[in-house]
């Protein structure tokens, strides 16, 4: 019966190491496991971390962009104005000098009314004195 008790416990010692190398294997199993998903997380971290820096970057860049484009419009903006006082300007000029030349005009109109008028009158006298004339 020592031989079996002795049989027996060499066949739980057995399985005792078994079972303690099952467990090692387990264990270590465990922590690759885990390293993994320290890995996989320390990845995605990177990951977002990435994300969030190149999202700011697109957004500073965005923002620098629309800021450009703020001052082309204030400079556009502006050249307008100038172009719409060079305009009125250019309306009242044009307006003055179209009252000038119309001014001017009714003026030689009158002249040249005048001037008609008296070569009229002139030649109403040649005619007279030429019917005079012929009638002696």
Not at 13 to 38: A, C, H, V, W, Y
Not at 45 to 72: I, L, W
Request: glycine letters at 2%.
């Amino acid at each position: 019966m020592e031989e079996l008790l002795k049989e027996i416990l060499v066949k739980l010692d057995g399985q005792d190491k078994r079972f303690d190398q099952m467990e090692k294997n387990i264990n270590e199993r465990f922590e690759q496991f885990d390293n993994r998903f320290e890995q996989m997380e320390k990845n995605i971290n990177e990951r977002f971390e990435q994300f969030d820096n190149r999202f700011e970057q697109m957004e500073k860049n965005m923002n620098e962009r629309f800021e450009e484009v703020d001052k082309g419009f204030d400079q556009m903006e502006k050249r307008f104005d100038k172009l719409e006082e060079r305009l009125e300007i250019t309306d009242v000029q044009y307006k003055d000098d179209v009252l000038t030349l119309l001014h001017s005009i009714h003026k030689r109109t009158k002249d040249n009314e005048k001037d008609m008028g008296l070569i009229i009158k002139k030649l109403a006298e040649h005619e007279r004195i030429i019917n005079r004339i012929s009638q002696q």
